[in-house]
């Protein structure tokens, strides 16, 4: 074959074997390998040669090798087989988004710039397919290289042994980069972007490891148990780890009951992940689940148990009685909160209303040796306008005027992983604090520097943009997260959708499998195997994990379970098992209040017009701001929104709008569906077990469904196709809801059809039993999105 006649036109390779001759080096590579279904090395290499000037014949083939080895190790071109011989071929092409905003491409893009780049892969002006991080990420092993030393943007490798290929890679994507002398050179960021990544470096953290304390998390968590403090901590400063240290040194080094520690935060994640930690390191303390922690909504309903007072409906008015209880002078109660040793209270920022009111009527009534520890930001309060009151204050803002509480400071950030973005969070944080009530000069400053530090803004496509396949995309109006959901489910992207006020989601397979079995049914291992792989479509989890679940579930510690039992351990379901979102793949949906306290390495702050009219709280809105973008820990991008109008009713807040034609009305709250017995009187479950497995498929398939009502005037819920199978009976007090909305009496004639409604996932639930029995499980769907109410 004759390669020079075919591909060789043009050709030069300059000599030397620096940057620009081994980017000429790799367009001829890139160029033949193309151009072939498949080459063999030798062939390659050979050719190549001749276009080499003046080193001998064994430098030049070396130079060669080592280009072809760093085109394969980055994936630029691949490996194939022709007629059984292992050859090179062309892969498709894939643009990179760089750290530092650059976009570069390898595989087949037939660019070249022959002598002129000193760049091995090209740089484009086109729009990225992927980031840094995911290129990095779909290569395999570990990319933590703890204890190298760190890169500067131009330097040599002089760590211990050979490079690692990761490092090698990124090194080659992100600047100039010689395999042979290891040396390179790249811009700042990207340089810091590798040193985070890969833990480079004595003075750079990495998330990847079980870290130590930093200095001021040591002080706060070994400060006296007696002592009161309120901790401000910035975002990233490592809130969760100081907590948890705290609650540990508390209970190991001040020998304090486990009983006696109570901590408090606002959500169930976060006090999941808290128990976890502290379980996994004190698991030689006896007694350690008498650990108190707890959400605030959950020690406001033990508080209520305990003194036999009913719980009245609703959190909101759980938490005012139970702050009316502590306020009681009922012996009982003073008694035990008397016990408490220490306190540790999260998010005091977000502290407003009710929960400020709990909490303040808890610490009055702690006894004087009690200790306290109060976490908060005042950059990261954002639930003032639950108040609406103009003062402002929050439980931190009172705390911190105390006199008996010392104040000290969480320092360090251990989030972010770029410096634009560990410069935004400090600078941004001290305007805030400069201008707390804010201004909307204020805001608009908060907004470009946030801007700033983004690697693209003001995305408007970011449904099809190529970063939005995993991360965070973030709100600050729940109308504007339906309107980006709305954005994603158009342009076909999968998504996961956070909303509060939704049912509890326990994952469904429980209940589809368990589901229509009697509570007093007991399963051996062997039978539950039958059941498992009868279940279709097949559930996530293999047979033996889901079988351990059971087992803990049971929690009789035999070695078959009893449906009831499982039921019951459902009463409390394990955080594991709770999701507190829809959809099971793609990025997080969600608006900036939902988010808090959580952190990615890539998020997409949906920007909007910005607010306007006398009544903007424009501190509250630049902090909100704030809170969004510091959720990135290296990828920050701000995209483009304009929200659709919708109105709002009822308790919890639901959306509706007016079309010409019709009404949309959010559907899928907690209250949106009659519970199982219910349906089951309703005369429309012909089969229960058949009902359940119906529930399971859509869970999966997520149909559309339609709501029609029967001759009672009640709305059933049935698949659009499948002879209009029912699987549910819409709520009393959604169907007067919709009459209000439609603008009619509450007892007027029905909507023929509701149409609009999707199927987004089911939960497992559990059916009470009557008095002395065990309860049962069953399977509910869990609804979204729209219903269309015809005018
Ligand atoms: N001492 C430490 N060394 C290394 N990494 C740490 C340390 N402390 C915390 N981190 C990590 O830093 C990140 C930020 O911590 P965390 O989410 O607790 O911050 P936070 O103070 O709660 O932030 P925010 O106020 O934004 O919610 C986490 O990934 C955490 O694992």
């Known amino acids: 074959m004759n390669f020079e006649s075919e591909f060789g036109y043009g050709l030069r390779v300059p000599s030397g074997s620096g940057p620009r001759a081994r980017r000429a080096i790799a367009d001829l590579v890139r160029r033949v390998v193309s151009a072939r279904r498949g080459v063999s090395r030798i062939a390659l290499l050979e050719w190549i040669q001749q276009f080499i000037e003046g080193p001998n014949r064994s430098e030049a083939s070396a130079l060669v090798e080592s280009v072809i080895d760093v085109l394969c190790e980055i994936k630029d071109i691949g490996f194939g087989k022709t007629l059984g011989e292992p050859v090179l071929v062309a892969l498709p092409v894939r643009r990179i988004a760089l750290p530092d905003g650059k976009v570069i491409a390898i595989g087949d893009h037939r660019i070249e710039n022959g002598a002129g780049s000193e760049h091995l892969v090209p740089e484009v002006d086109q729009t990225a397919t992927e980031t840094l991080i995911d290129f990095l990420d779909s ?159 959950s020690f406001a309903a033990r508080m209520l148990s305990a003194s036999n007072s009913t719980s009245p409906g609703g959190y909101d008015a759980a938490i005012q009685a139970a702050a009316r209880l502590l306020r009681s002078d009922d012996p009982l109660v003073a008694d035990a909160i008397g016990q408490l040793e220490h306190v540790i209270i999260d998010e005091a920022q977000d502290l407003v209303g009710d929960r400020k009111e709990l909490c303040e009527a808890l610490v009055s009534l702690l006894d004087s040796s009690c200790g306290i520890t109060v976490f908060g930001d005042f950059a990261q309060s954002i639930y003032g306008y639950q108040q609406r009151e103009k003062s402002g204050s929050t439980f931190l803002t009172e705390i911190v005027q105390r006199d008996d509480f010392i104040s000290d400071r969480l320092e360090s950030d251990h989030r972010t992983k770029t410096l634009a973005l560990r410069e935004m969070f400090r600078v941004v944080r001290e305007n805030l604090r400069d201008d707390q009530g804010g201004s909307r000069e204020g805001y608009f400053n908060v907004r470009e520097q946030i801007k700033a530090a983004a690697l693209e803004n003001e995305i408007t496509r970011f449904a099809a943009h190529s970063s939005t396949t995993r991360g965070l995309i973030l709100t600050r109006s729940r109308r504007g997260l339906f309107t980006a959901a709305e954005d994603m489910r158009s342009a076909g992207r999968r998504f996961r959708l956070r909303l509060p006020d939704r049912p509890l989601r326990i994952e469904p397979w429980i209940g589809a499998i368990l589901g229509a079995h009697p509570a007093s049914e007991s399963i051996s291992r062997d039978a539950f195997g039958v059941m498992h792989e009868m279940l279709f479509p097949a559930a996530v989890r293999d047979v033996d994990e889901s079988w351990e679940i059971l087992l803990d579930l049971d929690g009789s510690g035999r070695d078959s379970i009893v449906v009831g039992r499982v039921a019951d351990g459902l009463n409390e379901p394990p955080l594991e098992l709770l999701s507190d979102h829809e959809g099971n793949a793609g990025p997080l949906l ?173 939960t497992t639930v559990v059916v009470p039993g009557h008095a002395g029995e065990l309860p049962g499980l069953v399977l509910a769907p869990l609804l979204g999105g729209f219903a269309r109410i015809p005018r």
């Open 590 to 762: 969600s608006t900036i209040h939902a988010i808090k306290g959580r952190e990615d390495q890539r998020v997409m702050l949906l920007l909007t017009k910005a607010p306007h009219g006398e009544t903007v709280d424009w501190g509250e809105e630049a902090r909100a701001l704030y809170v969004g973008a510091t959720r990135a820990s290296t990828e920050l991008r701000t995209g483009w929104i304009s929200p659709v109008k919708f109105y709002t009713t009822g308790k919890p807040e639901r959306y509706w709008a007016a079309r010409a034609d019709h009404r949309l009305i959010e559907i899928g709250l907690e209250p949106d569906l009659v519970d199982w017995l219910e349906f089951l009187h309703s005369g429309h479950v012909i089969n229960e077990a058949e009902t359940i497995a119906r529930i399971w498929q859509a869970s999966i398939k997520e149909p559309k469904v339609v709501a029609i009502p029967d001759s009672e005037g009640r709305l059933i819920l049935r698949f659009e196709g499948e002879e209009g199978y029912a699987i549910g009976v819409l709520s009393p007090d959604f169907a007067e809801m919709l009459q209000s909305i439609r603008q009619v009496a509450p007892d007027a004639a029905p909507p023929e059809l509701i149409s609009g409604i999707s199927v987004v996932g089911a």
């Open 139 to 297: 290569f395999e092993g570990t990319a933590v290289l703890i204890g190298a030393p760190a890169l500067s943007p131009k330097g040599r490798w002089t760590g211990d042994g050979a490079m690692a290929s990761a490092l090698r890679r990124a090194l080659t994507l992100s600047g100039v980069f010689d395999p042979v002398t290891l040396e390179w050179s790249t811009s700042e960021v990207n340089a810091a972007f590798m040193n985070d990544w890969f833990g480079l470096g004595d003075n750079v953290s990495s998330t990847k490891t079980t870290s130590a304390s930093d200095t001021s998390q040591l002080r706060v968590a070994k400060a006296a148990a007696g002592s009161r403090m309120v901790v401000e901590a910035g975002p990233g400063a490592g809130k969760t780890h100081a907590a948890c240290e705290r609650v540990i040194a508390l209970v190991q080094d001040e020998g304090l009951a486990p009983s006696r520690v109570l901590l408090l935060s606002f959500t169930r994640v976060a006090v999941a992940e808290l128990i976890a930690r502290i379980a996994k390191r004190l698991q030689d303390v006896p007694n350690v689940a008498a650990l108190q922690i707890r959400t605030f909504d």
